[in-house]
């Protein structure tokens, strides 16, 4: 998740990292929150290609998938950690 990351946004990112690997020392479950805010344009124009490859009926389709997802998922700003037993 940290690659991820955008370079203005990671003021939290050591002291989440420390409570991440206490939490999963301690056998919990770990959850990193972060959220990039995006136009209505540069959503649609991503949906649009994120249901083409959804919808894909190539054996490639979990690829395509993920190619997609990973276009949005940059420059993300961190918000913190959770966990659950």
Same mark, same amino acid.
């Given at each position: =998740?940290?690659?991820?990351?955008?370079?203005?946004?990671?003021?939290?990112?050591?002291?989440?990292?420390?409570?991440?690997? =206490?939490?999963?020392?301690? +056998?919990?479950?770990?959850?990193?929150? !972060?959220?990039r $805010?995006?136009? $209505?344009?540069?959503?649609?124009?991503? #949906? #649009? $290609?994120?249901?083409?490859?959804?919808t894909?009926?190539?054996?490639?389709?979990?690829?395509?998938?993920?190619?997609? !997802?990973?276009?949005? $998922?940059?420059?993300?700003?961190?918000? +913190?950690?959770? !966990?659950?037993?």
């Amino acid at each position: =998740m940290y690659e991820r990351l955008s370079k203005e946004a990671q003021s939290f990112k050591d002291a989440t990292l420390t409570h991440v690997k =206490m939490y999963a020392e301690a +056998g919990l479950r770990t959850l990193i929150i !972060a959220y990039r $805010e995006l136009s $209505e344009e540069e959503f649609m124009s991503w #949906e #649009e $290609e994120f249901l083409k490859a959804q919808t894909s009926v190539t054996a490639d389709r979990d690829a395509l998938v993920d190619a997609v !997802a990973d276009k949005i $998922e940059r420059d993300l700003i961190l918000l +913190g950690a959770t !966990a659950v037993e």
